[in-house]
């Protein structure tokens, strides 16, 4: 299609006021991580002065930065791993089996992803407490795969159901087991769907805050949003944005890592060629 | 390899719905069997059920003598072509084919030996390193049939394998498939809809409607003494032409002549009640231009006049449609040939029922010219058009 020099600016214009609307916070955020804890008040959009101070600041140790993001980054990992092998098969057996109160399963599982947090986090609080999960990361775990799972598995199931039912059977007719058509043959062609689902579960466990919040009381679990929190200036009068500014960068940076790497995975068209199209 | 028995199969839907009904076929080892039909007619089911892909609800499945329903596809050792050739895309054409070897863990040297060998039969050798995304449709469809022939298993099951083909590939490939089956003298069941591989491919055909076997017989039998009026009808392109007849005295009364009907149909038929409702069937070739037809075979039929209304030059022969002023065929297994067809049946601008004849190429035959036609009578078929079975088959 063409389209005419109107259009043409028109779309560009569009996509300007989107770029600005979604990156300003970004830039703006970056900025603040690179300016001088003394200047952080100047209001000058950009630093007059570019200095790594922050960064330094958020790694010496004192801040527990370091430690909060092993625990995110163990915590997230582990989650979605453990979404994945479950929702991958919970998902497969909802496209491919016929059993009663599939729709139930699959209409709770959204509605469970939709639970809001908030009214969980008091009595998880509590019970967390008297089991001994309370400032573990399997307490933290837990209540993330409660909400990665249903993503996850609604994901896939999507994915799945992509996949021609012949392709099973012409591996089963060739021999395989349920298992092995399952990883054989039905997996690797639903590869993107599992990244997809992959980042989805890893965002739910990173980008959380209350549970982290709620659950957490000390380095052994405290996860880097809740660490950000923390921060404080070196005396009393000092401003820590700027330390939370860099640490807020730098809890960005897995998640974009995460996506770069991924991104090239989650392509369309990885079924082409298997039947007639 | 093996011989396959269906005895008294049947398949029921949880729904109640009987996709097969005590289906009942022998299939001899290394016989190229073809179960064929209109769409919804259990072939597919019956297939997959010798697949073991569906579950039977009743009756028994023996393979080589063994009662496998209970067992898993693996356990059979059949191989499946699919419609959708069903290659798996993440796989190269040798990894598609060496798939089942590697499962059953062949040792790497005969799993490359037996990779090679049916590249070699089906002419793969140089696609063995591409995806199947990159072959064209009739190479796709040889790395489905390699994905077969290289397990060497008890028998073959395709599903319409060729209906994905267009026109002139699929006649290439069928005569490859005969070949292949012919050359690994494997037992085959193969499901198709359409007659033309049913008469060309198998050994013996078995014609199914609503899930009930109609006739199991060789392609030329079939063709000859169909058992009923939806397989006289099935087989054979253009299809049989059928009219409403009755006899009486042994004269039959078609819509557009009356016919002495020869002493060994006449025998055949037996004896019907004057006035009862039949249905005559005529295939294209038993008529002819009356001036063609040699003296001594014109004993053996009647002439009657008619107008043509379209005629078509095929080169070797005439095809000319002819109206005949007839009521409506009254019988299911019509209506049900005539869904197969998509439905509607064939008019003249003045709503008479169509005739379809086969006239050898030196006729001059003209449209709209009146012109005398010769009917064999001694290749007649009459049904009864309550039951639909056939009152000349043997």
């Known amino acids: 299609m063409e389209y005419s020099r109107n259009q043409k600016i028109l779309w560009a214009l569009g996509t300007v006021v989107v770029l600005f609307y979604a990156l300003i916070p970004v830039v703006w955020i970056i900025s603040l991580s690179l300016k001088d804890p003394t200047t952080i008040g100047d209001q000058n959009f950009f630093p007059r002065e570019y200095t790594l101070d922050n960064y330094d600041s958020v790694f010496e140790g004192g801040l527990g930065f370091n430690r909060a993001l092993i625990n995110s980054i163990g915590i997230a990992i582990i989650t979605t791993l453990l979404a994945l092998a479950l929702a991958s098969m919970a998902a497969y057996a909802i496209t491919r089996l016929e059993f009663p109160g599939k729709t139930l399963i699959l209409a709770g599982a959204l509605a469970i992803s939709m639970f809001p947090a908030i009214s969980i986090v008091g009595g998880l609080f509590n019970v967390w407490r008297n089991i001994g999960l309370y400032d573990t990361w399997p307490g933290l775990i837990l209540p993330y795969l409660s909400f990665a799972l249903p993503l996850s598995i609604y994901t896939l199931s999507a994915f799945f159901r992509e996949i021609p039912w012949d392709l099973e059977k012409a591996a089963q007719m060739d021999g395989a087991t349920g298992m092995q058509a399952f990883r054989k043959v039905i997996l690797p062609l639903a590869m993107p769907g599992v990244f997809t689902a992959g980042i989805l579960a890893f965002i739910v466990a990173w980008n959380d805050f209350l549970f982290a919040n709620v659950l957490t009381a000390t380095d052994a679990a405290r996860t880097a949003p809740v660490a950000l929190s923390y921060f404080r200036g070196a005396s009393q009068f000092q401003d820590p944005s700027g330390a939370i500014a860099a640490g807020a960068v730098v809890v960005t940076i897995p998640i974009l890592i995460m996506v770069l790497i991924f991104q090239r995975r989650i392509v369309s068209g990885l079924t082409a060629g298997a039947v007639k199209g | ?394």
């Open chain 2, 1 to 394: 390899m093996a011989d396959i028995v269906l005895d008294k199969v049947g398949k029921k839907y949880p729904d109640g719905f009987e996709a097969v009904k005590e289906l009942n076929l022998e299939i001899a080892d290394g016989e190229f069997m073809i179960l064929v039909g209109p769409s919804g007619c259990g072939k597919s089911t019956a297939l997959n059920m010798i697949a073991g892909l569906e579950d039977i609800t009743s009756g028994e499945l023996r393979i080589g003598g063994e009662v496998v329903n209970q067992k898993a596809p693996r356990d059979r050792d059949i191989a499946m072509v699919f419609q959708s050739y069903a290659l798996y895309p993440h796989m190269t054409v040798r990894d598609n084919i060496a798939f089942a070897l590697k499962l059953a863990k062949r040792p790497k040297e005969e799993i490359d030996a037996k990779v090679n060998e049916a590249a070699g039969i089906l002419d793969l050798q140089n696609h063995l390193d591409r995806k199947p995304a990159n072959l064209s449709g009739g190479q796709r469809q040889r790395v489905a049939m390699g994905r077969a022939i290289v397990r060497n298993p008890k028998a073959f099951l395709m599903d319409e394998p060729l209906s994905n083909l267009d026109a002139k590939l699929r006649v290439q490939m069928r005569a490859e498939v005969a070949r292949i089956q012919n050359r690994l003298n494997t037992t085959t069941v193969y499901v198709t809809h359409d007659q033309t591989e049913a008469m060309t491919l198998g050994d013996r055909v078995a014609i199914m409607l609503h899930g009930e076997l109609q006739q199991v017989d060789s392609p030329m039998n079939l063709y000859n003494s169909p058992r009923n009026l939806f397989v006289a009808g099935f087989i054979g392109s253009p299809g049989m032409n059928f009219l409403p007849a009755t006899i009486e005295g042994g004269v039959a009364k078609l819509p557009m002549v009356d016919v002495k009907l020869p002493q060994e149909v006449a025998d055949r038929i037996g004896r019907v009640e004057p006035g009862k409702k039949l249905i005559a069937g005529v295939r294209p070739e038993d008529f002819e231009d009356a001036s063609n037809v040699a003296a001594e075979t014109k004993g053996r039929g009647t002439t009657f006049k008619t107008t043509f209304d379209l005629v078509e030059a095929m080169g070797a022969e005439y095809y000319v449609h002819f109206g005949v002023k007839a009521e409506q065929l009254e019988s299911s297994q019509v209506d049900d040939l005539l869904q197969d067809q998509g439905g509607v049946s064939e008019t003249t601008a003045e709503g008479e029922a169509v005739v379809v004849a086969r006239l050898s190429a030196e006729s001059r035959a003209k449209t709209g010219e009146p012109t005398e036609v010769w009917l064999d009578a001694t290749k007649l078929h009459f049904f009864d058009a309550d039951s639909g079975k056939s009152l000349t088959a043997a």
